[in-house]
Structure formats: C-alpha cells, structure tokens
C-alpha cells in the first residue's frame, strides 16, 4: 500500500505534462463573466467545466452527472476542488515534517524524532495547547471569507447554497497573479489543479491508514530513512 500511495502521489508531474486536456471553447474577455469564461452548457458534460483529462476523460462510471442539476453541480465542483487543496497541502506537510526530511521548527520540537505525522498534533498539544485556539481562529476566518464570496445567504428566495456568479473554487486568492486572463488558459490550469487534487485525496488516504497500521514514518516503511523513533509508553 505505501509504494502505491507514494507512487500516486508523483504521477500527476507526468500526467499532465504528456496529456492534453480536453479542448475548450477560447473565451478572450474573463471580464464579460464573472464565471471566469465558464458557460454552463447542458449538453456537456458536467455542464462544461474542467477536470476530464485523457486518456481517462469523461470518468463517471455510476452516471451522476447525468442526473445532476446545475446547481448541485457546482456544489460538487466546490467541494472538490477545496478537499483537494487540503489533500495535497496535506501530503506536503506529511513528507516535509517527517523523518528523513524532519522539518518541524516551531513549539520546541526541531530536535526531536517525533515519529509519523498522524501523531504531531500531539505533539503539538503538549508544547503550545493555546495553537489549536489560533488554528481553530485561522481555519474559521478563512472559512467565512469562503462563505461570504461564493455562498448565498441560508433562506435565500432561490434556495440557491452558490451564488450565481461565482464559479466554484475561486475564491480571488492570487497573490504571485498566475490566474490566467482567458477560458482556454483557466480551464488548463484548473484540470491540473483538479488532476493534482484527486491524487493528493487518494495519496493522503494511503499515508494516513499506512500510518495507523504500523506506526511507521512513510519513509521509514519505504526503507528510505532509518527508523529512530521510539513511541512513548503509556503509565497508569
């Protein structure tokens, strides 16, 4: 199970360097619409939005998309491109944190072999208990501004949950300005997000239940790092 999930973690660098993906209408003013050029055509799949990538395409093997309406649509389409933003900061903070690599400098720990990332938060708690406070802070303000963006408000007249205008996981985060200024460019670099994302969901799968098993760093499990860490011994 790791040297798959380890695996399907590099795969996407090749994927989408090789592959083309699926070719999309060119829409040259993004300022003409505010879903960043995207319109929502019925006779496509998944309305026409991004995210199918040969040779696999169009993957729908239980037919959802044929049933689903516009706006559960862009439901789905929210919720899966935020769960692989998570996914794949996740797998980065899993292999930068762990032995070999071992970078984890904050709450008195930079020394220390603290074992596989499942149990860092441990860690964490008995070095600084006020940081899940500041987490739960952070993690809740980003939440609303999420909210307030593309989110109608609860009772709407509609009984709408996205609004209109607001295409699904663009929240206007794009401090180095990589954003594309047309349709053909945007779709491209939103399959790759997509393509990065669901790998990075079924990588962090594999790490985390791998984890659970043994109790070993995955590099450890890969015989690429020596396996130092001594788990504490519970005293009652």
Same mark, same amino acid.
Request: proline share 8%; aromatic share 10%; glycine share 10%.
């Given at each position: 199970?790791?040297?798959?999930?380890?695996?399907?973690?590099?795969?996407?660098?090749?994927?989408?360097?090789?592959?083309?993906?699926?070719?999309?209408?060119?829409?040259?003013?993004?300022?003409?619409?505010?879903?960043?050029?995207?319109?929502?055509?019925?006779?496509?799949?998944?309305?026409?939005?991004?995210?199918?990538?040969?040779?696999?395409?169009?993957?729908?093997?239980?037919?959802?998309?044929?049933?689903?309406?516009?706006?559960q649509m862009k439901q789905y389409r929210e919720a899966e491109t935020t769960h692989g933003?998570?996914?794949?900061?996740?797998?980065?903070?899993?292999?930068?944190?762990?032995?070999?690599?071992?970078?984890?400098?904050?709450?008195?720990?930079?020394?220390?072999? =603290? #074992?596989? %990332?499942?149990?860092?938060?441990?860690?964490?708690?008995?070095? &600084? $208990?006020?940081?899940?406070?500041? @987490?739960? /802070?952070? =993690? #809740?303000? %980003?939440?609303?501004?999420?909210?307030?963006?593309?989110?109608? &408000? $609860?009772?709407?007249?509609?009984? @709408?949950? /996205?609004?209109?205008?607001?295409?699904?996981?663009?929240?206007?985060?794009?401090?180095?300005?990589?954003?594309?200024?047309?349709?053909?460019?945007?779709?491209?670099?939103?399959?790759?997000?997509?393509?990065?994302?669901?790998?990075?969901?079924?990588?962090?799968?594999?790490?985390?239940?791998?984890?659970?098993?043994?109790?070993?760093e995955i590099f450890v499990n890969l015989n690429l790092a020596p396996d130092t860490f001594?788990?504490?011994?519970?005293?009652?």
């Open positions: 199970m790791m040297k798959f999930s380890l695996a399907v973690l590099l795969l996407p660098t090749a994927v989408t360097a090789f592959a083309t993906p699926k070719s999309t209408p060119i829409v040259t003013a993004l300022a003409a619409s505010d879903l960043n050029g995207w319109v929502p055509d019925e006779s496509a799949f998944a309305y026409g939005l991004p995210g199918a990538l040969d040779p696999v395409g169009n993957f729908d093997p239980l037919g959802i998309a044929e049933t689903t309406s516009l706006i933003r998570v996914a794949m900061l996740a797998v980065i903070g899993f292999l930068l944190t762990e032995a070999p690599i071992s970078f984890h400098p904050l709450f008195n720990t930079g020394d220390r072999d =603290i #074992g596989p %990332a499942i149990r860092h938060l441990d860690e964490v708690r008995v070095a &600084a $208990p006020f940081f899940f406070e500041i @987490l739960a /802070l952070v =993690i #809740g303000g %980003a939440e609303v501004g999420r909210a307030l963006k593309g989110w109608e &408000a $609860p009772g709407n007249a509609d009984d @709408l949950i /996205l609004k209109e205008d607001y295409y699904p996981g663009d929240i206007d985060f794009d401090p180095l300005g990589l954003k594309p200024d047309n349709w053909e460019e945007f779709s491209e670099m939103s399959t790759k997000e997509l393509q990065h994302g669901r790998l990075a969901m079924l990588g962090i799968s594999g790490i985390v239940a791998q984890e659970l098993i043994n109790g070993k001594i788990a504490p011994v519970a005293v009652y």
